[in-house]
């Protein structure tokens, strides 16, 4: 297998397990399905008003769906998230046992 064709399988691999700690998290934290995919583009960088348009709502709706999942999450920005999102897997990356998506 050359080098780049084994690079896109270790990417779609990594893809797929924040995906799969994405939802667990969100499940686990009882986001709404409105929460939830304000939280996805926010996580990918777009601002409410950003979510507004891409979720065919008014940016009243995509700001108080995004306060509601801070509070639940409880953070107060999409990169402190990030931050504890991106330290799991990292974390998880270094333990002999596979990571169980759950915040120690």
């Known amino acids: ?6 690079l896109q399988h270790q990417i779609k691999a990594a893809s797929d397990a924040f995906a799969t700690m994405q939802d667990t998290h969100f499940a686990a934290w009882s986001l709404t399905v409105e ?6 583009l926010g996580l ?3 601002g409410v008003h950003d979510c507004a348009d891409i979720l065919h709502i008014r940016p009243e709706a995509a700001e108080l769906h995004q306060n509601s999942a801070f509070a ?3 953070v107060s920005s999409w990169s402190d998230l990030m931050r504890h999102l991106t ?3 990292l974390n998880g990356a270094q333990r002999q046992t596979p990571c ?3 915040w120690t």
């Open 35 to 40: 929460e939830s995919a304000v939280a996805r």
């Open 100 to 102: 169980p998506f759950v």
């Open 72 to 74: 639940k999450i409880g």
């Open 1 to 6: 297998m050359n080098y780049s064709l084994k």
């Open 44 to 46: 990918q960088g777009y």
């Open 87 to 89: 330290e799991q897997l």
